[in-house]
C-alpha cells in the first residue's frame, strides 16, 4: 500500500516570499506519478503541478516548482513569489502509472500567505 | 478540458432517509470513477472505485451497503447513502481519470456537503 505523509500542518508566508512544502510517500512500486493539488475555500481541486516518476527532471509551473528525489521518497513544492490568492489547503497526492487508477492524499498543509 | 459535475452540491436532509449524489463527466467518457469522503479539515479518503458496468470496489472500511455506488453509464456514476445518521455528513467527492489528457490526471468534481440533521 502506498502512504504519502505531509509533516506540515500550517505554515505560513509573506507575499512575494517563497515557501517550500513537504511530502514523502512509500511505496514499493517503480512507475508513478505525484502531484500537489490546491484546495481553496471553495473545495475545488486545482491540480497545481505533476510529475512523473521516470522523469529525473523536476517539474516547473510558472512560480510553482518541485524536488523530487526519487531515492529519498521525497517530493516538496516551492511557491516562489507568494500571492494572497495561493491562501489554500495543498495536498501531496501519489498515483500509480496506468489507466484508472487510484490516488492517494496525505493530510494537507495549509498555507496562509501573509500581505 | 475535462470537466466533472456533480450534484447536488449541498444536501440537508433527516437521520433515516436516503441520499442520492450524482457525478458526471461532461466532455468526456469515464469507465472508472472515484469516490472521496472528507472531513472538515482533513485530507481526501477514497471511499470506492465505481466501475462501469460492474461492482463497484470498496476500501476496507467502507459498508458497501450504507454507499451504494451504480455506475450505469460512461458518463454518470451515482453515491446513495442509505439511512443516512448524523455521522455521514461530510463532503463527498467525485474523480474521473480522461484520456483526453496525458499523464493519467485525473478530474475533481466540486463536491457535495452532506449534512444529516
Known amino acids: 500500500a502506498q502512504t504519502v505523509t505531509q509533516s506540515q500542518p500550517e505554515m505560513s508566508v509573506q507575499e512575494a516570499e517563497t515557501v517550500t512544502l513537504s511530502c514523502t510517500y512509500d511505496t514499493s512500486e517503480n512507475n508513478y506519478y505525484l502531484f500537489w493539488y490546491k484546495q481553496p475555500p471553495s473545495r475545488q481541486m486545482i491540480l497545481v503541478i505533476r510529475?512523473?516518476?521516470?522523469?529525473?527532471q523536476n517539474a516547473t509551473e510558472n512560480r510553482f516548482s518541485v524536488n523530487f528525489q526519487k531515492a529519498a521518497k521525497s517530493f516538496s513544492l516551492k511557491i516562489s513569489d507568494s500571492q494572497l490568492g495561493d491562501t489554500a489547503m495543498y495536498f501531496c497526492?501519489?498515483?500509480?502509472?496506468?489507466?484508472?487508477?487510484?490516488?492517494?492524499f496525505g493530510a494537507g498543509t495549509r498555507l496562509t500567505v501573509k500581505p | 478540458g475535462a470537466v466533472v459535475s456533480q450534484h447536488p452540491s449541498r444536501v440537508i436532509c433527516k437521520s433515516g432517509t436516503s441520499v442520492k449524489i450524482e457525478c458526471r463527466s461532461l466532455?468526456?467518457?469515464?469507465?472508472?470513477m472515484f469516490w472521496y469522503r472528507q472531513f472538515p479539515k482533513k485530507s481526501l479518503m477514497l471511499m470506492a472505485t465505481?466501475?462501469?458496468?460492474?461492482?463497484?470496489?470498496?476500501e476496507q472500511g467502507v459498508e458497501k451497503d450504507k454507499f451504494l455506488i451504480n455506475h450505469a453509464s460512461l458518463t454518470l456514476s451515482t453515491l446513495t447513502v442509505t439511512s443516512a445518521h448524523p455521522e455521514d455528513s461530510s463532503f463527498y467527492i467525485c474523480?474521473?481519470?480522461?484520456?483526453?489528457?496525458?499523464?493519467?490526471?485525473?478530474?475533481f468534481g466540486p463536491g457535495t456537503r452532506l449534512t444529516v440533521l
Open positions: 466532455d468526456f467518457q469515464a469507465t472508472t
Open positions: 497526492a501519489f498515483m500509480k502509472r496506468g489507466n484508472n487508477n487510484d490516488m492517494r
Open positions: 465505481s466501475n462501469e458496468g460492474s461492482k463497484a470496489t470498496y
Open positions: 474523480s474521473a481519470p480522461s484520456r483526453l489528457v496525458t499523464g493519467n490526471e485525473q478530474f
Open positions: 510529475q512523473e516518476a521516470y522523469k529525473q
